[in-house]
């Protein structure tokens, strides 16, 4: 009986002894620090950049941000690009490095990959081994190669891309330049010229890159010694032809004349 009595009585001081060792040993290690737990998304300014996120966690003075993340200016609500796994950045240098899919919210998927960004200025690094995800041309079956300039502070991408279209007389490789828009959708465009083999003659035209493709009011066709000039223009990469024209065609009467 007074051995189990003794057993008894020191219980209570293993017991306190166990919770201040625990306790020490706790505070002695970095504990990360939950900004934001909950279903409502919270903001954080990073420099240039806003970052939306249903969690932010900070560890040592690096934030990770998870869970719906969305990016967009600083000191606004708007929310211009989106992406899909996680956006961490160091407090003291606003060096951010985003890991996932970046895309438009709501339209197009842009590029995959690991991508450093300059907080300050929102100027985001695309590596050699990202991943293209935007492979045709707006709402077209256009192929292309694309390579993107991207500010997360600028609601528009720059993109240069070269066109890979195979058509039934031989390819369409022009180098084109156009923006991409909030919603996906093409908005400033360049002019290319183009020169390509069509049932035995040659069209040649100037294009707009637009959202349905590549199109242009006027194009020269020459069959011969014939020259005629087909309007409305464009090319969607769909069909077997990938290409047509509007109803309205211009035959030159000296043309005719010589040919006859």
């Known amino acids: 009986m007074h051995g189990r009595r003794t057993r008894l009585t020191l219980l209570p001081f293993f017991a306190a002894s166990l919770f201040t060792l625990l306790f020490f040993s706790l505070s002695n290690r970095s504990i990360p620090t939950l900004l934001a737990l909950d279903n409502t998304q919270q903001t954080r300014d990073v420099g240039a950049v806003r970052v939306f996120a249903d969690n932010f966690i900070e560890i040592s003075g690096t934030i990770t941000a998870t869970g719906n993340i969305k990016l967009g200016p600083a000191g606004s609500d708007t929310q211009w690009y989106s992406i899909s796994q996680s956006t961490v950045w160091i407090s003291a240098t606003k060096k951010m490095t985003l890991t996932g899919q970046v895309a438009i919210p709501g339209s197009s998927q842009i590029i995959s990959g690991v991508f450093p960004v300059n907080g300050l200025t929102g100027d985001l690094t695309i590596p050699t081994n990202v991943l293209n995800l935007y492979r045709k041309l707006g709402d077209s079956q256009i192929a292309i190669t694309p390579t993107f300039t991207i500010n997360i502070a ?103 004349a010589k040919a006859g």
């Open 154 to 256: 600028n609601p528009e991408i720059t993109a240069s891309a070269q066109v890979s279209l195979t058509l039934p007389e031989g390819n369409l490789r022009p180098n084109i330049q156009f923006k991409l828009g909030q919603g996906g959708k093409i908005t400033g465009t360049a002019q290319v010229p183009i020169s390509l083999k069509l049932a035995g003659g040659t069209l040649t035209s100037t294009v707009t890159i637009s959202q349905s493709g590549l199109s242009a009011l006027r194009s020269d066709y020459v069959i011969g010694d014939v020259k005629l000039t087909l309007r409305d223009l464009l090319i969607t990469g769909e069909g077997d032809a990938k290409i047509k024209f509007g109803g309205e065609v211009d035959f030159p009467i000296d043309d005719f």
